[in-house]
Each structure stands twice: as structure tokens, then as C-alpha cells.
């Protein structure tokens, strides 16, 4: 079982900037693989970021490549995910998600989820 808890959604115009965070508890292994994902309304969940806890390796949606960065704070047990350049599409709810596993790029495989933040991107 793990607990995730998300923060640092909100509102924003577009082209500005947001970090989210996502920290981790109750667990006696650390998942191998955290990822950020998000469901616009009336849209799919969808997988946008992950990173390998262990390894450090990075995966990325094609539709945030180049603006959305994850990073992890192992000793805060805390994951990260800037997002640069926001445009209005990108507004959606982001949930904080754990695979124990892996392999980190399989959206599907992800097993533990937090209650999502909402990020507001206005044109």
C-alpha cells in the first residue's frame, strides 16, 4: 500500500509556470517507478511523466516533452513536476500515481493513486 498526496495545483495564464508535488508514505518498499498523469474533462486519464526511483530515468508524454520536467526528492520522499509553458489544453486534474515495479513507460501498470490537484490554464 502506498499513500500519495498531491500539491501545488491552481490557476494560471498561459506560458506561465507550475510545480506540483507529490509526497509518498505508508509503504515498505519504495515503488520503483512515480509518474504524474492527468484527465481533462470529458478526456481519458492520461499518463504525462514518470521517473525510475532508483535509476533516475525519465519518461514523457510527446505532448509535454520540452516543457514539463519530473524530478525526486528521495530523502523528502517527494516527486516533482515543473511545467513550463503552460497552454490551455494542459488544464486538467493531475494525479500522483506508483507502480511498484515496472517498467516505468507502462501507463497501465500503475496501481497506487493520490486524490488529484487541478490545474487551470485560461488563454
Known amino acids: 500500500q502506498v499513500q500519495l498526496v498531491e500539491s501545488g495545483g491552481g490557476s494560471v495564464q498561459a506560458g506561465g509556470s507550475l510545480r506540483l508535488s507529490c509526497v509518498a508514505s505508508a509503504y515498505t518498499y519504495r515503488p520503483n517507478c512515480m509518474a504524474w498523469f492527468r484527465q481533462a474533462p470529458g478526456k481519458e486519464r492520461e499518463g504525462v511523466a514518470a521517473?525510475?526511483?532508483?535509476?533516475?530515468?525519465?519518461t514523457y508524454a510527446d505532448s509535454v516533452k520540452g516543457r514539463f520536467t519530473i524530478s525526486q526528492d528521495i530523502a523528502k520522499n517527494t516527486v516533482y513536476l515543473q511545467m513550463n509553458s503552460l497552454k490551455s489544453e494542459d488544464t486538467a486534474i493531475y494525479y500522483c500515481?506508483?507502480?511498484?515495479?515496472?517498467?516505468?513507460?507502462?501507463?497501465?501498470?500503475?496501481?497506487?493513486w493520490g486524490q488529484g490537484t487541478q490545474v487551470t490554464v485560461s488563454s
Open positions: 500515481a506508483a507502480h511498484p515495479w515496472g517498467p516505468c513507460y507502462s501507463w497501465s501498470g500503475y496501481q497506487f
Open positions: 521517473i525510475h526511483t532508483r535509476f533516475g530515468s525519465t
